[in-house]
Structure formats: C-alpha cells, structure tokens
C-alpha cells in the first residue's frame, strides 16, 4: 500500500474515532467520509441517505492467459459499517470519543478507514518515483459504507445494491481480539450464527398488595417461562447449536401496596441455522402463549436486533486465502462459527462472498470492552488483501 495513503487513512480513523455515533445516527460521519473519498479520489460517490457507496468503473473482461481469451469479471463490492456503541471511553487517547456515552469499541472506524484507503488505491493518484506501480484493476469494484450494523438494521438495506448492480462477489473485514496479530481467520458455511431478540410481555389486572387474589399477577407465568428456556434448547432435533439468554426480567413496581400486574422477560435467540432459530422461537412463543392462557393474561411479543446467520461461500474462502497466503500472512480456519452476530449475512443472501477476520494480537483487548481501540497496524492489512482479492481473476 503506498505509504502516504496509509498516513492518511491513520488520521481519517482517529477523526472518526473522535466523533462516534450510534446506529440510525450516523449523519456525521456518512459525510465525513463521503468528503473525504470526494477530497481525495476520484472515484464516483452516490449517497443513498442512511449509507453510501463509492464506485471504480473498471474493464469488464480480463484475460485468460492460457488461453488467450476473454472472460466476463463480474462487479465485486468490498462493504464496511461506520456505526459506534454506546460505551464511554476510558482509555487515555490523543483522538478520544468526544461524544459522552459513545465510543468505537467495535473497530468501526477502522475497517471504514481501511475501505477508504481501498479507494485511494483505486483512485490511482500519482506516486513517488520508485514506489508501487499504480493500481488500475480492470473490473469495476464498489465501496460499500454502511450504517447501523450494531443492530441489525443497516445490512439487508444496503444489500439491494447486489443486485441492483450486478455485482458478482462481496467482501467484508472484521478486526478480532484473540488471534495473533495481522494473522488472517477463515470459516466456509456459517461463520457468525443468527440471532433476535424476543420481549415476551404479560399483562393481568392490578390488586392492592393485600388482597392479590383480586387481580391477575403474572410474575408465576413469567418466571415458569425463564426456567422452561434452558429445557427448549435441550431439546432434540436442531441441526446445529442453539441458544435462548435471558437479558432481562421486568414484573411489577416497587410499590408494595400495588400487586405485579405486568411484567415482561427479553432474551436472545441464537442459533447456527436460521432455520433452528425460527423453530426455537416458535416453541418458546407456544409456551408462552399457554401459560398466559392458562393464568388469564394479555399477551403480546416484540422484537429486535434480528441477524441473519453469516454464510460464507468455499470458492469466496479461498479466494482470501490465496491472498493472505500471498502476503505470507498465517490463516486460521476456524472449526466452530462465532456465536456473535453480523448483518453482512445479508449481503450473502444475494450473492457469494465471505466475511474475514484479521486478528489484533492474542493478548488484545476485547471487542466492546472499555480497553479496546482499533489497532492502527492492521490496517494496510487489510487493504492489501483488498487489492489481491481484485486481482484474482477467478470467478465465484
């Protein structure tokens, strides 16, 4: 990677870091980078209001060099996510969230700093004599910024631009604490599991504390159903793992002259399959849907955070092995997927590709803990496997 991009793309993640925002908030910094791309490339940015893209028009055919013929080359997109957590920074740093409460505890601001320094590559701007030659692929490429991954709810928008362009492949980095740094971690098939979050809400009549007999308390109903949730995901019959967390639990007030008349539980829902997911929930639902008969109560159910599960394509693995083993880069292929979720499987959803992992170091702090900041040294490393993965001519 040409030095000077690197040293610009350093500056633009701390900028980014210092000025976070949360899902479905993220104006700021969807502009900060629009400008940027526009300041320093040449590349064509298209806004499409929550999140954006910038586009490379390349050559559509390259070459087969046995043959001597011509084969179509497919679009291939590159995305990242620019949303932060709601996390306070506690670490002294000279580019500190200065948003309180808000912090990029995720890396967020590193892997959008690393797409845009792909589109200073692509950009193609003049060089010092005797550096890198310029990079010009011949196929077109887009640069996916996208918002409000935290939550689930960014991903399955900006995934129509698969196939409103065409595009044949899409790629994705995430940084990860744990592994050794800059090795490069791999899974085909699911690599990150589904999950949802379920609110299950009841609702009695109130009583005075003294008379309970009054009114319809669902704190029994409530509580049965916690302890029922370890038993449905024993049960046989899933594909893969599952599991249902409890978050929170809700019944009734701190009056003592007021008996418990409403209550609700959360939990998360997580499975490898999507389709284990769906039949989990289904049992929890119907069990909740007795108990509430049973005891005479309203019922009603909420959601939220719904993650696909993250499919990666053997053909798309091996592409980013190839350029990881190019760089001379250690790969790690996972056996078990991640428990954690990614709405990139969205994008998977529509065309083959796959979701890396580039590690931080094994002693790094965790991802959305208070000691974690990206690490600025992984990202000419994933840049650079960016600009491989465009080279290898091999169709998915």
């Not at 040293?7 to 633009?12: G, P, Q, S, V």
């Not at 011509?70 to 995305?79: D, E, K, M, V």
């Not at 009603?300 to 993250?310: K, L, N, R, Y």
């Not at 994008?347 to 702090?365: H, M, R, S, T, V």
Request: charged share 25%; with cysteine; proline share 4%.
């Amino acid at each position: 990677m040409n030095q000077n991009h690197l040293a610009l793309i350093t500056e633009l993640r701390h900028q980014l870091h210092a000025h976070p925002e949360l899902s479905l908030q993220e104006s700021d910094t969807r502009q900060f980078l629009m400008e940027f791309i526009k300041k320093h490339t040449t590349l064509e940015v298209v806004d499409r209001g929550s999140w954006f893209y910038a586009y490379y028009q390349g050559r559509r055919e390259t070459e087969n060099r046995e043959s001597g013929t011509t084969a179509a080359c497919g679009p291939i997109a590159f995305r990242a996510d620019f949303d932060a957590l709601p996390m306070e920074e506690s670490i002294d740093l000279p580019y500190a969230s200065e948003h309180p409460g808000v912090a990029h505890k995720c890396g967020h601001d590193g892997h959008s700093a690393a797409l845009a320094g792909l589109a200073l590559e692509l950009a193609g701007t003049e060089q010092e004599e005797g550096s890198e030659s310029l990079f010009r692929p011949k196929r077109d490429v887009y640069l996916i910024f996208q918002h409000a991954e935290e939550i689930g709810a960014g991903g399955e928008t900006c995934a129509q631009l698969i196939a409103e362009k065409g595009i044949s492949e899409v790629y994705a980095f995430h940084n990860w604490s744990g592994f050794p740094e800059q090795s490069v971690i791999v899974r085909s098939g699911t690599i990150q599991c589904a999950s949802k979050g379920l609110t299950i809400c009841m609702e009695g009549t109130p009583a005075h504390a003294s008379e309970p007999e009054n009114g319809m308390n669902p704190a029994a109903a409530l509580s049965d159903l916690v302890l029922a949730v370890k038993d449905e995901v024993e049960e046989p019959g899933y594909a893969g793992m599952v599991m249902a967390t409890v978050v929170n639990v809700a019944i009734g007030s701190r009056n003592f002259g007021i008996a418990a008349y409403q209550g609700e539980v959360s939990m998360t829902l997580r499975a490898q399959y999507e389709h284990d997911m769906r039949m989990l929930e289904e049992e929890i639902r119907d069990h909740a849907r007795h108990l509430a008969e049973v005891e005479g109560l309203k019922l009603s159910f909420e959601e939220s955070d719904v993650f696909p599960e993250t499919v990666n394509a053997p053909e798309a693995v091996e592409k980013v092995r190839r350029a990881a083993e190019q760089q001379g880069l250690r790969v790690i292929d996972l056996e078990k997927p991640i428990r954690g979720s990614e709405d990139f499987g969205y994008y998977l959803k529509q065309c083959p590709g796959a979701i890396f992992y580039i590690g931080n170091g094994e002693e790094y702090p965790q991802l959305h803990t208070c000691g974690f900041d990206f690490n600025d040294r992984i990202l000419e490393t994933a840049v650079d496997l960016f600009e491989r993965m465009i080279g290898d001519s091999s169709t998915l």
